[in-house]
């Protein structure tokens, strides 16, 4: 395949071209952005009560099961990823770490626009800071991941600085000092992560009589953070996919001579920690004595995601990196990256009020699922108006030398 890398010059900063052509996935691309403007402007004007099916039963719907919660853990890729390549040494992986933190960076940015969205007075947003409820769980979630924003933010912002250095030669100072103290904002980073990763599973610590059996566990902190990290190698993968599916003409040699060994090197971690996250939930349930919920309705679920979105994943990786199948690792990728989707929504909606009748549960309105569809298709937008200018896909000729 022809490589088209663009690198923007001092006299051509801007490389809009791939953005503005009316191909057919710019036209949807435009098109969901303009849907989702307009139900924001009805959010926005009107009320929550004008795109939501939210009521008293019900106060967390679908912008916290998937724009947060899912939003949050899928992000995991950016830490998981920077603690391997310059904590560990892995410098083999160096290729991963820019696409996984600007999909970390991203993910978080559009998880404080996505809450806004719920919260309703984006001005308010900031209060926490100034009205701490140091004792709620709430407030360390918001307080860690406003902080963890900062440093993905930090973090990504040496790409950038890396583009806009042609006409602003000060930023290559601020490279310098960022890169300095990169390993210190990766620990950071890590600590964080493992801070509000696993609060996000000690909100629902406080409804056991709401959450079905099979979900609920005193352990649940524990589960979304050993999930987190099954999701964040399993983003890597994924989004490399992705990548290379849709952006595979803009990487360099380095990106595309890494990526089967990041791929197999992934998978091999994310079998693992699936199969650890497997065998700690079923040892859970089975002492808590949940075992006779297998039989009904919600038991099915449960055996459907355990056995179908965790343990199968975890052994198509296993498979796939003893056999260098890349395929089959990418395959397992979408399952489990699918099962962590299903058990944040579950966790958060289906099995919530589990004992409610049917006519007073939640289901989410066609305004809600597009909001959520707006916010995905912004970061994917984002993405790739930030690749076709930043250096995240390649390395920039004039910073090889930095590179070990």
Same mark, same amino acid.
């Given at each position: 395949?022809?490589?088209?890398?663009?690198?923007?010059?001092?006299?051509?900063?801007?490389?809009?071209?791939?953005?503005?052509?009316?191909?057919?996935?710019?036209?949807?691309?435009?098109?969901?952005? @303009?849907?989702?403007? @307009?139900?924001?402007?009805?959010?926005?004007?009107?009320?929550?009560?004008?795109?939501?099916?939210?009521?008293? *039963?019900?106060?967390?719907?679908?912008?916290?099961? &998937?724009?947060? /919660?899912?939003?949050?853990?899928? #992000?995991?890729?950016?830490?998981?990823?920077?603690?391997?390549? *310059?904590?560990?040494?892995?410098?083999?992986?160096? +290729?991963? #770490?820019?696409?996984?933190?600007?999909?970390?960076?991203?993910?978080?940015?559009?998880?404080?626009?996505?809450?806004?969205?719920? /919260?309703?007075?984006?001005?308010?947003?900031?209060?926490?800071?100034?009205?701490?409820?140091?004792?709620?769980?709430? &407030?360390?979630?918001?307080?860690?991941?406003?902080?963890?924003?900062?440093?993905?933010?930090?973090?990504?912002?040496?790409?950038?600085?890396?583009?806009?250095?042609?006409?602003?030669?000060?930023?290559?100072? *601020?490279?310098?000092?960022?890169?300095?103290?990169?390993?210190? !904002?990766?620990?950071?980073?890590?600590?964080?992560?493992? !801070? $509000?990763?696993?609060?996000?599973?000690?909100?629902?610590?406080?409804?056991?009589?709401?959450? $079905?059996?099979?979900?609920? +566990?005193?352990?649940?902190?524990?589960?979304?953070?050993?999930?987190?990290?099954?999701?964040?190698? =399993?983003?890597?993968?994924?989004?490399?996919?992705? @990548?290379?599916?849709?952006?595979?003409?803009?990487?360099?040699?380095? $990106?595309?001579?890494?990526?089967?060994?990041?791929?197999?090197?992934? =998978?091999?971690?994310?079998?693992?920690?699936?199969?650890?996250?497997?065998?700690?939930?079923?040892?859970?349930?089975?002492?808590?004595?949940? &075992?006779? %919920?297998?039989?009904?309705?919600?038991?099915?679920?449960? /055996?459907?995601?355990?056995?179908?979105?965790?343990?199968?994943? +975890?052994?198509?990786?296993?498979?796939?990196?003893?056999?260098?199948?890349?395929?089959?690792?990418? &395959?397992?990728?979408?399952?489990?990256?699918?099962?962590?989707?299903?058990?944040?929504?579950?966790?958060?909606?289906?099995?919530?009020?589990?004992?409610?009748?049917?006519?007073?549960?939640?289901?989410?309105?066609?305004?809600?699922?597009?909001?959520?569809?707006?916010?995905?298709?912004?970061?994917?937008? #984002?993405?790739?108006?930030?690749? %076709? $200018?930043?250096?995240?896909?390649?390395?920039?000729?004039?910073?090889?030398?930095?590179?070990?």
């Amino acid at each position: 395949m022809e490589h088209r890398i663009v690198i923007p010059t001092k006299n051509k900063m801007l490389n809009l071209g791939p953005m503005l052509t009316l191909t057919p996935g710019n036209i949807i691309t435009y098109i969901l952005l @303009a849907i989702g403007l @307009a139900i924001t402007i009805c959010r926005f004007t009107v009320g929550i009560g004008s795109v939501s099916n939210l009521d008293d *039963y019900q106060p967390w719907g679908v912008w916290i099961g &998937f724009d947060l /919660l899912c939003g949050v853990c899928l #992000a995991a890729g950016g830490y998981f990823t920077t603690v391997a390549c *310059y904590v560990m040494g892995m410098k083999h992986f160096s +290729s991963a #770490a820019r696409p996984a933190v600007l999909t970390a960076f991203l993910g978080y940015l559009f998880v404080v626009i996505a809450l806004l969205y719920d /919260l309703g007075h984006p001005l308010r947003l900031p209060y926490m800071f100034f009205f701490p409820g140091t004792t709620s769980v709430l &407030f360390e979630v918001g307080l860690c991941v406003a902080t963890y924003l900062t440093v993905l933010f930090l973090e990504f912002s040496v790409a950038p600085a890396e583009w806009l250095s042609q006409k602003f030669k000060f930023l290559l100072t *601020y490279r310098h000092w960022i890169e300095k103290i990169g390993i210190l !904002l990766t620990i950071m980073g890590m600590c964080l992560s493992t !801070l $509000h990763q696993s609060s996000l599973g000690s909100l629902f610590l406080i409804c056991p009589n709401k959450l $079905h059996p099979l979900w609920y +566990s005193p352990f649940l902190p524990m589960f979304f953070f050993v999930s987190s990290m099954a999701a964040g190698a =399993s983003m890597v993968v994924f989004e490399g996919m992705l @990548a290379h599916a849709g952006m595979h003409h803009s990487m360099d040699k380095k $990106h595309l001579d890494q990526a089967s060994c990041v791929t197999l090197s992934f =998978s091999k971690a994310a079998s693992m920690i699936l199969f650890s996250f497997f065998v700690m939930r079923f040892v859970d349930m089975v002492v808590h004595g949940n &075992f006779p %919920y297998l039989f009904t309705n919600y038991g099915a679920w449960w /055996l459907i995601e355990m056995f179908g979105f965790i343990l199968l994943p +975890s052994l198509l990786y296993a498979k796939g990196s003893r056999e260098l199948n890349v395929p089959l690792c990418r &395959f397992a990728a979408t399952l489990a990256v699918l099962g962590i989707v299903l058990n944040r929504w579950t966790i958060s909606m289906i099995a919530y009020n589990w004992d409610l009748p049917a006519a007073d549960r939640y289901f989410p309105s066609l305004s809600e699922v597009f909001v959520s569809v707006f916010v995905v298709t912004m970061i994917v937008t #984002a993405y790739r108006v930030i690749c %076709y $200018h930043c250096p995240i896909l390649y390395e920039h000729p004039n910073f090889k030398e930095h590179e070990d």
